[in-house]
C-alpha cells in the first residue's frame, strides 16, 4: 500500500509544495498584504492573457506568448552578440598568459557590474548613431555584455585544459595552426564551451526583464513594469511565472545540448 | 653516420630553486632497420628521453642528429606511439588513422586516402571496430588505434613509449606478436622503451638498460643474438634469454646500488615509553640482552637514494 503512493512521489509532493505556496500567497493577500491580489483574482485578471496568448490589443496589451516571443526575440540577438565576441576572447585568454596579463583586470571588474548600470551607459553610447532603434540597441548592448563573461571565463579555462599530449599529436602530426586551432583545440575545449553558453543564456534572459523594463519595449518584462506603474498588479504575478518557466526551459534546454557534448 | 644519434644529451626540469635533473650525458646511436628496446624504471626519464627523441622537447646540452639534420623539430617521419595513447575522443576509430593519413599524404585522391587509411585499420584487426568511439574501446584496442595511426604515416622510425605497459599480461603478448610481425614485415627501424626486460629481449636487436633517476643515463647495448622472429615460448627456456636477461637486470640493479648510500643522525627522544617487548623476547632466545626502551636507541641508520 504505501509502495503504491511512493510511485506518484515525484508528481505528488511538487504538487504538494504548490499548494502550500497558494495558501502563503492567499492568506498574505488577505492579512497583511493587502495590495496583493488574492490566487483567484489573479487568475480571473490574467485569463485573457493566458487563454488568448497570441492576441494583440495594443503594443503593451499582448498575450502572454507573444510577450515572451518578444522576449526571446531580443534576448536571442544579445546572446548571439555574446557568443560571438565572448568565445573568441577566452581562446585569447586561454591560450595567451600576456593577453590574459593585459585584460584579466579589466574583465574581473566590469563581470560584477549589474544590468542596471550598463543600459544607461548603452543609450549614452550610440545616442549619436543616426537610424537606429536606440532602445533596441542599448538592450543589446546590456545583454551582451553582461551574459558574455561565463562564455569568456569557462572557454578560457576549456583551451588551457587541453591535454599536452593532444596538443603533442598535432605537432608530430605538423597540422597547420588553422587545423590544430579546428581539429584538435576547439573539439577539446566544447564541452567547457558550452557549460560557458548555458550559463551566458541563464543571465541573458535575466537581464533582458530588467532591459525591458528601463526601456519600455514590449515583452514580459516591459509587461510588468507597465501594469505596475498602471497599479494593476493582477497580471505581475503571471509575468513572474511565465519568466521562471521560459527561463527553466531554456537551462533544461541548454544542458540537454551541453551533455551531448560533455560525451564526446 | 648513424640514422638517429644522441649526443651527450642532459635534460631537466623547473627552475633553479626547484630543479630535477632527469637525464644526463645520454649517448645513443640507432642505424636504419635496427629494433633497439631501452629498459629502465618507471619514473627514470624513459618518456622524457622519447619526447627528445621525437622532436617534442629540446634537450638542454647536447645534439639530437637525425638522418642528416641537427636537432630537428617534431614530424611525422618520427612516429612516436604515446604512453598514454592520446587518441582524439571525439574522432572514430577511421577518423583518427584519417587524421594522420589526410595531413601526411595530401597529394593522394581521396578514394586513395581512404584505402590507405582502411588498410593500417586492418592491419591492427580494427575493421570491425572502425565508427566506435575510443571511449568504447578496451585498452588493448585503443593502443593499437594508436599504433595503426603511426603506422599510417609511414614514419623512418618508429618510436614506441612503453606501449604495452598499462595492458593485462595476455593482450601484451597478443601485441608482442603483432608489433613483430609488421616490424619484419616492414623492416621499420624501432626504438622501443619499456620496463619490461622479457619483452625488450622478445623483440629488439638490442637492449639498452637506463639506470635510475635523476641523471639516468644508458647503459652498454647488450646485442641479442637470437633469430627472429622469436618464440616466447621456447624463449624462455633458452639459454642465450637466460644470459642477456641476466646482464640486462644485473646492470639495472648495480646501477641502482652505487646510487645508494647511507644517512646517520642522532636522535633525541623523551625517556616516556614503555619497554620495547619485540626486544624483551630476544632474551628468552638466548641473546642474553637486556630489554631495552626506544628512547634507549640513539641513532638511526637509514638507505636513501639519492
Ligand atoms: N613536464 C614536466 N615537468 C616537471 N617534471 C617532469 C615533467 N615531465 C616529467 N617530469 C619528471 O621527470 C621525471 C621522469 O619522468 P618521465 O620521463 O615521465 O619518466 P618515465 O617515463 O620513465 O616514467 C619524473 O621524476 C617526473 O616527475
Ligand atoms: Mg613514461
Redo the contacts between chains.
Sequence with gaps: MKNQWHRFDFILLPVLGGIFILLLWHISSHTWSGDLPDPAKTWHESKPYVLDPWGKRGELDQGILRFTLLSLGLVAKGYAIALILGTPIGFCLGLSPTFTKIFDPIIQILRPVSPLAWLPLGMVLFAKIKGINITEIAALFTIALCSMWPTVLNTAVGVRAI?T??L??A?????SRW?TLT??MI??T?PYMFTGFRLSLGIAWLVIVAAEMLTGRPGVGGFLWQQYNALVYEQIILCILTIGGTGFILDRLMSVIERRFK?? | MAFLQLQGVSMGYGPASRRTEVLADIDLEIEEGEFVAIVGYSGSGKTTLM?IL?G?LRPESGKVLFDGQDTP????D???V?Q?Y?L???LTVYENVA??VD??FPKLSDAERRQHTDRFVAMVNLTPARDK?P?ELSGGMRQRVSVARTLS?QPKVLLLDEPLGALDALTRATLQDEISRIRLAEKQTVVLITNDPDEAILLADRVIPLTAGPRATLGPSIPVILPQPRDRRTLHQSYDFKQIRQEVIGYLLKATSRHRTTLSRSLVLPDVEPEDITHHSQRFFGSGRRARRPSELKTETVEVEL
Design positions: 591535454p599530449d593532444y603533442n599529436v605537432r608530430v602530426l605538423k597540422l587545423k581539429r584538435v573539439p577539446a566544447l560525451t564526446a | 619526447s621525437a617534442l623539430g617534431p614530424g611525422p618520427r612516429g612516436l604515446f598514454n592520446s582524439l575522443p571525439w587524421l594522420a595531413q601526411v568511439r571511449h604515416m
